[in-house]
């Protein structure tokens, strides 16, 4: 039996993935599944409540579509 090629997860969990992976240093992976999210229409992040962090998931996408420019690279 083969595995699946893709799964589905619910939304507050990858994000709390997300938070955990990213609070561990652990940036690349942390941005995949950030940029994965947000290709996928992800619209707020479910799980996490801190405004920091909230922040850092957007951070790519908002320097990547010139809405935000960060000077100071010390956020994380």
Known sequence: MDN??????????????????????NDELARVISDTMIAQGCQELVGVDDPSLILMFWKNYLE???LVKFSDDKLH
């Not at 090629?5 to 609070?23: H, P, T």
Request: charged residues 25%.
């Open 64 to 66: 990547e579509n010139d």
């Open 4 to 25: 699946p090629n893709s799964y589905k997860i619910d939304a507050a969990v990858l994000g709390m993935v997300w938070e955990q992976l990213f609070e561990s240093g």
